[in-house]
């Protein structure tokens, strides 16, 4: 079984710019949670879809945002771009997704830099 | 908030056994996780333990949970150098079950 996919694998972006990330899951599996990483801040949870709906939001401002199609593809928007976006962006999949504590399955990132 | 603190580092010899501490601040949490993150790679679950249990085991991991404490522990028996990565704690609790993640311990393994 394939795992969690994720393109671009690197990015490199201006200021002001906007960018789409890209997320597959496991095979089966109806959730998918975004997660961003920097040094600083460390690992924090962006948002989690389930069947296509937004069912968790963290605490990020309305720059990001992102959807997630009937074959359960996610996709991750952040538009204005700052240098603080710069961060390793994960995605996590789940068959049930974050309510039931069922085991999230991360991809290996993309790697976003902003300049 | 919610909080999870880990110590940024560790350095253990090749053989020995490493012990990972976390603490957290949330007394609801129902969930604890550990994850290990190679470089240049994704997160990947190890292990995690309900709030209700005290020790849970696999193979050469053991944790350990004192909840009255809010402390968290992930013992690595026989460290190998492939154990070499940063390690996450994490806990979630019932409701929307998002997950709170420390800051990551580094684990060198050195021969």
């Known amino acids: 079984k394939a795992g969690v996919t994720q393109t671009p694998r690197y990015l490199i972006k201006t200021r002001g710019q906007q960018v789409t990330l890209s997320c597959s899951p496991i095979?089966?599996?109806?959730?998918v949670s975004w997660y961003q990483q920097t040094p600083g801040q460390g690992l924090q949870f962006l948002f989690e879809?389930?069947?296509?709906?937004?069912?968790n939001k963290g605490n990020f401002p309305g720059r990001f945002s992102g959807r997630q199609f009937s074959n359960s593809r996610s996709e991750m928007n952040v538009s204005t771009l700052e240098l603080g976006d710069s961060a390793l962006y994960l995605c996590?999949?789940?068959?049930?997704?974050?309510?039931?504590?069922?085991?999230?399955?991360f991809g290996p990132g993309t790697r976003l830099t902003v300049t | 908030g919610e909080d999870v603190e880990q110590s940024l580092f560790l350095s253990v010899r090749e053989g020995d056994s490493s012990v990972i501490n976390c603490t957290y601040t949330?007394?609801?949490?129902?969930?604890l996780y550990w994850y290990k993150q190679e470089p240049g790679a994704g997160l990947q679950l190890l292990t995690y333990?309900?709030?209700?249990?005290d020790m849970k085991q696999d193979q050469r991991l053991t944790v350990l949970l004192n909840k009255k404490d809010k402390h968290l522990s992930l013992r690595i028996a026989d460290t190998q150098t492939g154990d070499s990565a940063i390690y996450f704690c994490?806990?979630?609790?019932?409701?929307?079950?998002?997950?709170?993640f420390g800051r990551g311990t580094s684990l060198i393994v050195h021969p």
């Open positions: 996590a999949s789940s068959f049930a997704g974050q309510q039931t504590g069922d085991e999230q399955y």
């Open positions: 333990i309900f709030s209700n249990m």
């Open positions: 994490a806990e979630s609790t019932g409701g929307s079950y998002i997950p709170t």
């Open positions: 949330d007394s609801s949490s129902t969930y």
């Open positions: 095979s089966g599996h109806r959730s």
């Open positions: 879809y389930f069947s296509e709906t937004q069912r």
